[in-house]
Nanobody, 121 residues
Framework: VQLQASGGGLVQAGDSLKLSCVVS????????TGWFRQTPGAQREFVAA??????DYADFALGRFVISRDTEKNTVFLQLNSLRPGDTAIYYC?????????????????WGQGTQVTVSS
């Protein structure tokens, strides 16, 4: 399974971005899919995940970010709204065959290459 993330960019505080992650080599309906982010010197942190039936969000993402997926396009999305400078990071999409949604990076089998999101004040 391969994941290809895109959609990052440089935006101002309050703006929105929509990240995409195309999954190849397997149907996304077989996996839980999610997004994590990482800043230099910090550990990768959970942002949001979806099993197709359930979703989970980190506290900082709740009410601002929305995870969704298009099974026909085998693509996972992360809509980022009301962006803040603190959201600046590399965003990674991930997939796992783990049976439940997990916030632990160790529980995710497949990772995309990351897309940079930079939010200026």
């Amino acid at each position: 399974v391969q994941l290809q993330a895109s959609g990052g960019g440089l935006v101002q505080a309050g703006d929105s971005l929509k990240l995409s992650c195309v999954v190849s080599g397997g149907f996304i309906t077989r996996y839980n899919t999610g997004w994590f982010r990482q800043t230099p010197g910090a550990q990768r942190e959970f942002v949001a995940a979806s099993s197709g039936r359930a979703v989970d969000y980190a506290d900082f993402a709740l009410g601002r970010f929305v995870i969704s997926r298009d099974t026909e396009k085998n693509t996972v999305f992360l809509q980022l709204n009301s962006l803040r400078p603190g959201d600046t990071a590399i965003y990674y999409c991930a997939a796992t065959t783990w049976g439940v949604i997990s916030r632990r990076t160790d529980d995710w089998n497949y990772w995309g290459q990351g897309t940079q999101v930079t939010v200026s004040s």
